[in-house]
């Protein structure tokens, strides 16, 4: 059946095959009672040497692959393998004691495991649980003889698409890569093991999709976008052809892009300017470095929030914070704090339902008035400050009253920590976002009381023509090519200048090939994007002329409409 | 015997990520091992008990060793845990 599937896009770039499912193996298990206790016990350990083995071979491999934090995971499954205390004797005395089979008493056992590691209150020990689950199902598949069914190898010689309702980490051990060309799973967000793991492999991958087990079938013609997370079932010949034509593309453009890794971002005439991702989450911090990117214009902080009834505590933020802030070297990290309300509402905070969600109660508006959730958050971006080039960033400031109380809440959050003796980041970076016109009318006067400025352009043209970005009546209204945003964007870049702060643009449209020539020409040094358009603009700065962008911009301040404007740059 | 209590420096825990590397140094002493956090204690040398135990980051825990290389078996665990990895 053809048909079409939405997940979220988890590894890049575009792969065809033929689906091959892998099932969850579903243990069941006998009521024999064994006749032979000691016969029973010698079939437990030599399942035991069995998983063993596997493991190791499974570590080795991983290492051979190039995926090292992979494979450390197979060395705690040996140590629980060859855990005596923990594991072996237990079972034994199952075995001895209460007459149970060898599958029973090593189900019962992990099981217990599963259950003590699932009851601790972390990420790591969850993943752990599901750790001990696939280790108890290795023995147990190899106590009773049977073959876990996920090697499928033979069925599909080539141009395999793995399609799972979520995979273990032995899972993806045990896969065979060089014939995977991309991985599906109806499970799991961005930050899966499956996610990880594709990406490290630079293997195309969608997750969460939803309703991929019902309708795919072994052997289904697939076809998976790992960026806009679709994936096309069955489609026919044409559509095939097209995908294959865009998949050479991307590949060819790919290849060509590489070139561009480890260069400067620098015109043709020598104007040097800054390339960097926005990331939202910790692994985000990867693709950055692997795509290049000059530093971080952006964090968005709200990704410890989500999805979570109590808030993040400020050790859990502190040490998330450390590791993007430690991965990132001395290159600099502006983190956002947290921009809550508006469209991203969050469980641990309980917000009112608004009219004009937009217009109403979010980001520092929200944080001002809780400065308890405000300054946990500041004082976990200071005490991880000391690991890197941190910069903070408020965003949403309409008024320097706003400002104000917000550098007076980071400075008690500075002070609260030296009377506690945490060390701590004394000196920093602090900026705003500019996205609220207001901000932008008075750059010249918020210049002299901050570091930086970042120009949020989604918001700043919702703002500035009052459309709502989310909104498909007004998609026409809503265009960054209004002469009106561009003349506030280029004021704000010019007070900028004038008073010698640094000026950088973390909205979609710094990443927008027919923006940044306009916006090099405005005099902007700092562009920040997604990780996945950095070496596409380096190439496009490569091939530029500053004073010809400075002119050409001169030519387009004088144009009092968007459709010229963007003809103009299009051309 | 030898007794020794400590901070848990290690990033992601004793309980997480280290804890099979943790074991691994535990096994190559001969000494009877413990480690106490908590109330409970745990043999070092088994990974399940260990990361049962849960000891994160800033835990205190004391590890007490008995047998012939004792001294050398607590400075070892107590040097493990002092990395921040």
Excluded: W
């Amino acid at each position: 059946m053809k048909m079409e599937i939405k997940g979220i896009g988890a590894s890049p770039g575009l792969a065809m095959g033929y689906a091959v499912i892998y099932q969850k193996f579903e243990i069941s298990i006998p009521d024999t009672i064994p006749e032979d206790v000691d016969a029973e016990i010698k079939k437990f350990q030599s399942a035991r040497h069995e998983s063993i083995c596997e493991v190791t071979a499974l570590f080795d491999k991983m290492m051979k692959d190039g995926a090292g934090e992979a494979a450390e995971v197979f060395m705690a499954h040996k140590e629980i393998l060859e855990d005596e205390a923990g594991f072996v004797m237990p079972v034994i005395e199952r075995i001895r004691e209460k007459s149970e089979n060898a599958v029973r008493a090593v189900a019962h056992v992990l099981n217990s495991i599963v259950d003590i590691f699932r009851s601790m209150d972390n990420e790591y020990m969850q993943a752990r649980a599901a750790d001990a689950e696939d280790l108890r199902d290795s023995v147990v598949a190899n106590i009773l003889g049977i073959q876990k069914p996920f090697m499928k190898d033979n069925l599909y010689s080539e141009k395999k698409i793995i399609v799972s309702y979520d995979l273990a980490p032995s899972d993806t051990a045990k896969l065979n890569f060089d014939k995977v060309e991309g991985i599906v799973t109806q499970s799991g967000g961005t930050t899966s093991h499956t996610a990880l793991l594709a990406r490290t492999l630079e293997l195309p991958a969608v997750v969460g999709a939803v309703g991929l087990l019902e309708h795919v079938k072994d052997g289904d013609f697939i076809v998976l976008d790992g960026e806009t997370g679709k994936i096309a079932v069955n489609p026919d010949k044409q559509e095939v052809e097209e995908y294959q034509k865009r998949k050479d593309e991307y590949i060819k453009q790919k290849n060509e892009l590489r070139e561009y890794s480890g260069r400067r971002s620098i015109t043709l005439d020598g104007r040097q300017v800054r390339l960097e991702a926005n990331i939202g989450t910790v692994s985000d911090v990867q693709t950055a470095i692997d795509n290049d990117a000059e530093g971080i214009g952006l964090v968005r902080t709200e990704f410890l929030y989500m999805e979570r009834k109590e808030l993040p505590s400020e050790q859990e933020q502190f040490e998330a914070y450390k590791r993007i802030l430690e991965e990132m070297g001395d290159k600099p990290v502006i983190f956002r704090t947290l921009d809550a309300g508006g469209d991203k509402s969050f469980p641990g905070l309980t917000l009112p339902q608004e009219e004009n969600p937009f217009l109403g109660y979010r980001a520092i508006r929200i944080c001002l008035n809780t400065p308890s959730l405000f300054k946990t958050q500041l004082k976990a971006l200071l005490r991880a400050g000391v690991y890197g080039n941190l910069k903070i960033m408020f965003p949403m400031i309409s008024s320097l009253d706003e400002l104000r109380r917000a550098k007076i809440l980071l400075e008690q959050a500075a002070e609260e920590l030296s009377a506690a003796g945490v060390p701590h980041r004394k000196k920093l970076s602090v900026g705003i976002m500019v996205e609220v016109p207001a901000a932008a009318i008075l750059a010249d006067c918020f210049a002299e009381h901050v570091d930086f400025f970042s120009i949020g352009t989604n918001d700043l043209v919702q703002y500035t023509l009052a459309a709502d970005r989310g909104n498909p009546n007004v998609a026409d209204v809503y265009t960054t090519f209004h002469p009106a945003v561009l003349k506030l964007i280029a004021s704000t870049i010019s007070a900028a200048e004038k008073a010698g702060i640094e000026c950088g643009m973390c909205g979609e449209a710094a990443g927008d090939p027919t923006l940044v020539p306009l916006f090099l020409g405005f005099g902007l040094k700092k562009f920040s994007m997604s990780s996945s358009s950095i070496l596409k603009i380096r190439k496009l700065i490569s091939s530029l002329n500053y004073e010809e962008c400075k002119r050409m911009s001169e030519r387009v301040l004088q144009l009092n409409t968007a459709s010229d404007i963007e003809r103009i740059l299009k051309k | 015997m030898i007794s020794k209590e400590t901070m848990v420096k290690l990033e992601s825990g004793l309980h997480a990520r280290p804890a099979a590397k943790f074991v691994q140094l535990s096994k190559r002493f001969t000494s009877k091992l413990l480690v106490s956090y908590n109330g409970k204690s745990a043999d070092p040398k088994s990974i399940l008990g260990l990361m049962a135990l849960g000891a994160g980051k800033g835990s205190v825990i004391v590890i007490t060793a008995e047998g012939e290389d004792e001294a050398q078996a607590v400075d070892a665990l107590v040097d493990f845990v002092q990395q921040s990895e």
